[in-house]
């Protein structure tokens, strides 16, 4: 089946260490996306990539880091550096080369701070 | 810039009550309008979408019909079940070929027995 993949489904980690969340798909889509929900409100953009190799920041990409080393993966880093990092993590993707664009969403991974 | 505007909830309602849920956007051009689910602890679903105006998208009871007049995609089932408690986003896609969607903040649907 094709789909996306985050795992883990739940991660907890201590303040100051950097934690990466892994994101796979196998859509063969070209973009892919990384939102951060918190209870209450809408997504919010972290990053985004349109091709391998190729990502942008969106709006509120600080204190996180992405790589797009593949077209399947698209794995973010929480770095130390990100005040409030609890939330939950969602990943998506779309097949970036038409006008009607609907995302693909993972299951999220839910990232608990200490 | 591009904005969606979504009615706030909870909205709660009883067993094969009529639902409701409203979306206005804010978008020049010709946007795409979807709306999606997210059931608890879990992403999102594409619902429905509408990609030109006066376009009814439709899937599993649920519709919505693209206003441009109204610049309005409004969600309704005409009878809703316990297990379609979830949350509601209306999103839209810029015309032109933008990778970016738009969301609203969601609205939380809670379907009492």
């Known amino acids: 089946d094709g789909g996306i993949t985050q795992s883990p489904k739940y991660l907890f980690r201590k303040e100051g260490q950097n934690v990466t969340l892994s994101c796979e798909q196998n859509?063969?889509?070209?973009?892919m996306y990384w939102y951060r929900q918190d209870p209450g409100q809408g997504l919010r953009l972290i990053y985004y990539?349109?091709?391998?190799?190729?990502?942008q920041k969106g709006d509120i990409a600080e204190g996180y880091s992405v790589s797009r080393e593949k077209k399947e993966s698209f794995p973010l880093t929480v770095t130390s550096a990100q005040k409030n990092p609890t939330a939950f993590y969602l990943c998506a993707s779309s097949i970036g080369t038409t006008s009607v664009n609907e995302q693909f969403f993972g299951p999220g991974t839910r990232l608990t701070v200490l | 810039g591009n904005s969606v505007t979504q009615m706030e909830g909870p909205v709660t309602l009883s067993e094969e009550a009529f639902l409701t849920i409203n979306c206005t956007y804010t978008a020049t051009g010709y946007p795409s309008l979807f709306w999606y689910v997210q059931y608890p602890g879990e992403g999102l679903q594409l619902l429905l979408k509408?990609?030109?105006?006066?376009d009814k998208g439709s899937n599993k009871g649920f519709e919505a019909t693209y206003r441009k007049e109204t610049t309005s995609f409004h969600l309704e089932k005409g009878s809703v079940q316990v297990s379609d408690s979830a949350v509601y986003f209306c999103a839209l896609l810029p015309s032109g070929g933008s990778y970016i969607p738009t969301f609203g903040r969601g609205t939380s649907l809670i379907v009492h027995p």
């Open positions: 509408a990609t030109k105006a006066d």
């Open positions: 859509l063969n889509h070209d973009a």
């Open positions: 990539s349109q091709i391998v190799n190729d990502f």
